[in-house]
């Protein structure tokens, strides 16, 4: 679903080299912004005339890096994201590359050498901020996701409060994916290269550990993802710059190589960051009200293909029925009941399991999951009808009689 040109503006920003046009165009819906993961592109470094050619390029080919097919786990939590594009003006094309002399006037005064390091691509993230609110201001749609795209060819990128690369480079779909590994997941780095020895504390990345014995991933050592090259997942020396005294899960993941998938502690933590910004239900039909045999209970997820619905009466399952369960068709006697839909993603149901769907092994799994419950009334029963507990009784009635019956004929 497209829509093209929300909003224009004609925005200022101070310190800029000139005013410029803005425009945002949302570029995928699948959903209220209230319950989605909202992924916010901003460029620099492209001119008026590139920004429905190149910068739209650049942010498309970077859409479909991640979930066409993409790098589990984008491609299954699609439907979870929505994505925009501000589109801002600069007055020369490319960026900043301080060792080689180059300055060009671009509207983020995005450059290279950031931090000293030269193939760390940043921009001025105030105006950066700045551009996005204005566009955004009165849509209705927060930031989840940020990502700029930089419109070089030289290698380089970054990641902070921004995942930051050069879209022009042709490893840039690779840098995007792994910037946002540090921007959105938090992630470390876990490549080494200065032959220098940790002596810190212990990191709060999740897939950095000063001490196996801490156990940081204990749950997953030994996994190996049938899906991809990772191998075993264990402790392995090596990690956040320094060869020693850190350690890192898989031997040659994403966070240390580009080109190379995420191990399942960055795609676990990939999926635990998606949930705190999703929940797996859309709507549901409202909990206030009191309901009938003559009634449809149902909650609306926002995937199907992800979410499983499992129904209970009175604490006692149903299995999976589906999004939506006619009371009729339960055969309840007369009483009351507490009718419950429990969404979850399936996941949950391969934890420990090594299959391919063997996502998540921590304990809280509350952030997957979602349950709404109505109260219904059930006043005079249909003829011939009997309790859901009546039909389990009759059930093992005639089990026995069968069995005493095939005892008889020996």
């Given at each position: 679903m497209f829509r093209i040109a929300l909003f224009i503006l004609i925005v200022c920003l101070s310190g800029s080299a000139s005013c410029f046009s803005q425009t945002l165009t949302t570029v995928m819906s699948n959903g209220d912004s209230s319950n989605r993961v909202d992924m916010i592109f901003v460029g620099d470094g492209y001119q008026s005339s590139e920004i429905e050619s190149t910068y739209a390029d650049h942010v498309d080919e970077t859409l479909n890096s991640f979930f066409n097919p993409g790098i589990d786990p984008f491609p299954r939590y699609q439907n979870f994201f929505n994505a925009h594009r501000v589109n801002v003006i600069s007055n020369e094309s490319g960026a900043d590359d301080p060792l080689n002399n180059i300055f060009v006037d671009t509207a983020l005064d995005a450059t290279y050498n950031t931090g000293g390091t030269d193939r760390c691509l940043y921009f001025n993230t105030s105006k950066a901020n700045t551009a996005v609110n204005t566009a955004l201001s009165g849509t209705g749609i927060d930031i989840d996701m940020r990502l700029g795209s930089i419109n070089s060819e030289k290698y380089g990128g970054c990641g902070g409060q921004w995942a930051v690369w050069s879209a022009g480079n042709s490893a840039a779909l690779d840098i995007a994916v792994h910037e946002v590994g540090h921007s959105f997941a938090n992630l470390a780095d876990e490549y080494f290269y200065n032959g220098d020895t940790w002596d810190g504390g212990e990191p709060g990345q999740v897939n950095i550990t000063s001490d196996p014995a801490l156990g940081k991933w204990d749950r997953w050592l030994g996994y190996d993802d049938p899906d991809s090259d990772i191998g075993v997942i264990d402790y392995y020396e090596g990690g956040r710059y320094y060869d020693f005294g850190l350690y890192r899960p898989s031997e040659n993941s994403m966070m240390r190589a580009l080109g190379r998938p995420f191990d399942a502690i960055s795609r676990e933590r990939f999926i635990e960051e998606i949930y705190e910004e999703v929940n797996p239900l859309d709507a549901w039909l409202d909990e206030g009200d009191t309901y009938?045999?003559?009634?449809?209970?149902?909650?609306?997820?926002?995937?199907?293909?992800?979410?499983?619905?499992?129904?209970?009466?009175?604490?006692?399952?149903?299995?999976?029925l589906g999004e939506s369960v006619s009371i009729d068709s339960l055969s309840l006697a007369a009483g009351t009941y507490a009718i419950q839909a429990r969404a979850y993603d399936s996941i949950l149901d391969h934890s420990f399991s090594g299959n391919s769907l063997d996502w998540w092994r921590l304990d809280d799994t509350s952030l997957l999951e979602q349950s709404v419950?109505?109260?219904?009334?059930?006043?005079?029963?249909?003829?011939?009808?009997?309790?859901?507990?009546?039909?389990?009784?009759?059930?093992?009635?005639?089990?026995?009689?069968?069995?005493?019956?095939?005892?008889?004929?020996?």
């Open positions: 009938s045999v003559d009634d449809t209970l149902w909650v609306n997820s926002v995937d199907s293909s992800v979410i499983n619905v499992q129904w209970y009466v009175d604490g006692i399952s149903l299995g999976l419950s109505w109260s219904v009334i059930i006043s005079v029963p249909e003829p011939g009808t009997v309790s859901i507990l009546g039909m389990a009784g009759l059930a093992m009635l005639f089990k026995r009689k069968r069995k005493k019956h095939t005892s008889d004929a020996t």
